[in-house]
């Protein structure tokens, strides 16, 4: 028969041994999660720079093709954002 020290001693070890089981199915359900996060990022951050390019490239066709019409609309956006921000700063 054992002693009580020698069965407290043998349910603690199987405590601990399931609990580092625990933990390591953890940590590798973890990291997976981790990595397919930063494979999501990776692609949202591609598809972002494409978009961007793409409306860069739109808007230097747009400028080159109606010149006066981009300078009058930068000159009106200009006047508005500068009314807006004079119109908040006076309250």
Request: aromatic share 6%; no cysteine.
């Amino acid at each position: 028969m054992k002693s009580a020290k020698t069965a407290i001693l043998d349910r603690t070890t199987d405590v601990f041994e399931d609990s580092a089981d625990v933990a390591k199915d953890v940590a590798k359900k973890t990291a997976s999660v981790v990595v397919d996060g930063a494979k999501a990022v990776k692609i949202a951050a591609v598809r972002s720079y494409g978009a961007a390019d793409d409306a860069i490239t739109f808007t230097g066709r747009q400028i080159r093709r109606k010149p006066v019409v981009a300078a009058v609309s930068a000159i009106g956006v200009g006047f508005l954002i500068g009314f807006l921000i004079g119109r908040k700063t006076h309250r």
